[in-house]
Nanobody, 127 residues
Framework: QVQLVESGGGLVQTGGSLRLSCAAS????????VGWFRQAPGKEREFVAAISWSGGSTYYEDSVEGRFTISRDNAKNTVNLEMKSLKPEDTAVYYCAAGLSYSSDGYYISIRDYPYWGQGTQVTVSS
C-alpha cells in the first residue's frame, strides 16, 4: 500500500513558477513509478509527466516539455514537479499517482497503470 499527499499548489501569474511535491508513505516506494496528472474543470484527467523508480527515466506530455521537470528523492519518499513559464491553460487540479514497476527505468503514462492516487492540489494561473 502507498499513500500519497500532494502539496505546493496555489495561484500564480502567467510566466510564474510553482513546485509541487508528492509525499509518499510505504517502505517500498522506491520500487514505484510515479506520474503527475491534471484535471481542468469540465475536462478529463490527463497525463503530465512520469518518472521511473530509479529516477533515470522521465517522460513529459508535449505541452509541458521544457517547462516542467519531474524528479524524485527515494530517501525522502518524495517526487517533485517543478513548473516554470506557467500558462493559464496549465490551470487544473494536479494529482500524483504511483504504480509498482519491475523495471528500474520503467514508467507509465496511462491512468489505468496507477492504482494509488493523492487527493490533488489546485494550480491556478492567472492571465
Amino acid at each position: 500500500q502507498v499513500q500519497l499527499v500532494e502539496s505546493g499548489g496555489g495561484l500564480v501569474q502567467t510566466g510564474g513558477s510553482l513546485r509541487l511535491s508528492c509525499a509518499a508513505s510505504g517502505r517500498t516506494f522506491s520500487r514505484y513509478a510515479v506520474g503527475w496528472f491534471r484535471q481542468a474543470p469540465g475536462k478529463e484527467r490527463e497525463f503530465v509527466a512520469a518518472i521511473s523508480w530509479s529516477g533515470g527515466s522521465t517522460y513529459y506530455e508535449d505541452s509541458v516539455e521544457g517547462r516542467f521537470t519531474i524528479s524524485r528523492d527515494n530517501a525522502k519518499n518524495t517526487v517533485n514537479l517543478e513548473m516554470k513559464s506557467l500558462k493559464p491553460e496549465d490551470t487544473a487540479v494536479y494529482y500524483c499517482a504511483a504504480g509498482l514497476s519491475y523495471s528500474s527505468d520503467g514508467y507509465y503514462i496511462s491512468i489505468r497503470d496507477y492504482p494509488y492516487w493523492g487527493q490533488g492540489t489546485q494550480v491556478t494561473v492567472s492571465s
